[in-house]
């Protein structure tokens, strides 16, 4: 029996042992979770009334304002030519020289050709005279009358085709001399001197495409020809060429006008072509390269914006992060979550249809790490441009 009370005893204390340590370990635990949280750094910005300029976006070709191909019209040895490659010649500004030797010859003999008719017909005339106050007379046939007129209207006759043959022999005498027919910049020379030229030569002798001015020419999608058009009716649609640089911002290389839109759609793409002219003041833009194409077609005015990144995507839509309270606000600066709907987004701004006004907070860096029940600390603020 007292063996039997003494083991009642120890099980007892072994009882309340474990259940003051028990105790002991959750009074510590909680002790650990009441911690205060720590405040989520956060950059913000806040919506504002503003007028924004709503673009259509696409990738262009830059395409010479204008491109000859420089071809020779007679035929003979290219002696000596005149430009360098990649020089800016000016229209008129002579390039080559063909041997001007074989057509100097054919002009003289022209030349030559003329006089001889021209003795030819001053011979024939004053026998045509002649046989008129003869033929009256009796003293010559009709015949003879006749045949001296003909001879005189022939030598008429060849006289006007050798002044056209002097005209053709100058002009191809002047073809020996090969100038610039526009200004612009010069490519590559396809054919050396001492080597024989001739009309319809392949790739001619250089290209030449005028830079200044230049056309970039790019798509977009049938669906927004109505508002191209509407556009276009206004006036004169701006537009603004740029290149993605080196730290993904855009460098803008120009500001030009929308000039053409193509006369119908491309069935094969769905697609609308249109090109349009840029001054090219400082030639960044050259032929053949891509550029990033914006066209302004309307602008929204006194709406409200924010950046585009504080606008985020969930299961129920967008939301942003909209800041509430403030420093002297039990519990401070903190977050809640508000739907919105768009009108309007671009890669900068995000024009707010419902949801927000102008003045509100929202979070645009450090939203990944913000919580409703977090309380979060401003470290600055964003300024941004629609």
């Given at each position: 029996m007292?063996?039997?009370?003494?083991?009642?005893?120890?099980?007892?204390?072994?009882?309340?042992?474990?259940v003051?340590?028990i105790?002991?370990?959750?009074?510590?635990?909680?002790?650990?979770?009441r911690?205060?949280?720590t405040a989520?750094?956060?950059?913000?910005?806040?919506a504002?009334?503003?007028?924004v300029?709503?673009?259509?976006?696409?990738l262009?070709?830059?395409?010479a304002?204008?491109?000859?191909?420089?071809?020779?019209m007679?035929t003979?040895?290219l002696?000596?030519?005149f430009?360098?490659?990649g020089?800016?010649v000016?229209?008129?500004?002579?390039?080559?020289?063909?041997?001007?030797?074989?057509?100097?010859?054919a002009?003289?003999q022209a030349?030559?050709?003329?006089?001889?008719d021209?003795?030819?017909?001053?011979?024939?005339?004053?026998q045509?005279?002649?046989n008129a106050?003869?033929?009256k007379?009796?003293?010559v046939s009709?015949?003879?009358?006749?045949?001296?007129?003909?001879?005189?209207l022939?030598?008429?006759?060849l006289?006007?085709?050798?002044?056209a043959?002097?005209?053709t022999?100058q002009?191809?005498?002047?073809y020996?001399?090969?100038?610039?027919p526009?200004s612009?910049r010069t490519?590559i020379l396809?054919?050396?001197?001492?080597?024989?030229?001739?009309p319809?030569?392949?790739?001619?002798?250089?290209?030449i495409n005028?830079?200044?001015?230049?056309y970039?020419?790019?798509?977009?999608?049938?669906q927004?020809?109505?508002?191209?058009?509407?556009?276009?009716?206004?006036?004169p649609v701006?537009l603004?060429a740029?290149l993605?640089?080196?730290?993904?911002s855009?460098?803008?290389?120009?500001?030009g006008?929308?000039?053409?839109l193509d006369?119908?759609?491309n069935?094969?793409?769905?697609?609308l072509?249109?090109r349009?002219?840029?001054?090219?003041p400082?030639?960044d833009?050259?032929?053949?390269?891509?550029?990033?194409v914006?066209?302004?077609?309307?602008?929204?005015?006194?709406?409200?914006?924010i950046?585009?990144m504080?606008?985020?995507?969930?299961?129920?839509?967008?939301?942003?992060y909209?800041?509430?309270?403030g420093?002297?606000?039990?519990?401070?600066?903190?977050?809640?979550?508000?739907?919105?709907?768009?009108?309007?987004?671009?890669?900068?701004v995000?024009?707010?249809?419902?949801g927000l006004?102008?003045?509100?907070s929202?979070?645009t860096?450090?939203?990944?790490?913000?919580?409703?029940?977090v309380p979060?600390?401003?470290v600055?603020?964003?300024?941004f441009?629609?």
């Amino acid at each position: 029996m007292k063996k039997r009370n003494k083991w009642l005893i120890g099980s007892i204390l072994t009882a309340v042992v474990v259940v003051l340590v028990i105790f002991r370990l959750v009074v510590s635990g909680s002790s650990v979770t009441r911690h205060p949280l720590t405040a989520v750094p956060v950059e913000v910005a806040e919506a504002r009334i503003a007028t924004v300029p709503v673009y259509l976006d696409a990738l262009g070709t830059v395409v010479a304002y204008r491109t000859v191909t420089v071809e020779p019209m007679v035929t003979g040895p290219l002696e000596r030519v005149f430009f360098h490659e990649g020089q800016y010649v000016h229209q008129g500004q002579l390039l080559a020289e063909i041997d001007p030797q074989p057509f100097e010859a054919a002009l003289q003999q022209a030349i030559a050709k003329l006089a001889q008719d021209r003795a030819t017909r001053t011979s024939d005339e004053l026998q045509a005279k002649q046989n008129a106050l003869l033929v009256k007379k009796g003293y010559v046939s009709k015949q003879a009358y006749v045949a001296a007129w003909t001879a005189w209207l022939s030598a008429k006759a060849l006289v006007q085709q050798d002044k056209a043959s002097i005209r053709t022999a100058q002009i191809n005498l002047a073809y020996t001399r090969i100038r610039a027919p526009i200004s612009g910049r010069t490519g590559i020379l396809q054919v050396d001197p001492g080597n024989v030229v001739s009309p319809n030569l392949p790739n001619g002798i250089v290209t030449i495409n005028m830079l200044q001015p230049v056309y970039v020419q790019f798509s977009l999608p049938q669906q927004d020809l109505p508002e191209i058009n509407q556009a276009m009716a206004k006036g004169p649609v701006p537009l603004i060429a740029s290149l993605k640089g080196k730290h993904a911002s855009d460098h803008t290389f120009d500001q030009g006008v929308l000039t053409v839109l193509d006369n119908e759609v491309n069935a094969s793409t769905g697609t609308l072509t249109l090109r349009g002219r840029f001054p090219n003041p400082d030639l960044d833009l050259w032929p053949g390269s891509f550029v990033n194409v914006r066209a302004r077609v309307r602008s929204l005015s006194q709406v409200v914006v924010i950046p585009s990144m504080a606008v985020q995507e969930g299961p129920s839509g967008r939301f942003v992060y909209l800041v509430e309270g403030g420093p002297k606000t039990p519990g401070g600066w903190k977050v809640v979550v508000r739907p919105v709907t768009l009108t309007y987004e671009s890669a900068s701004v995000a024009v707010i249809g419902s949801g927000l006004v102008s003045g509100n907070s929202v979070v645009t860096e450090g939203s990944s790490r913000v919580r409703t029940h977090v309380p979060i600390t401003i470290v600055g603020h964003m300024n941004f441009t629609p």
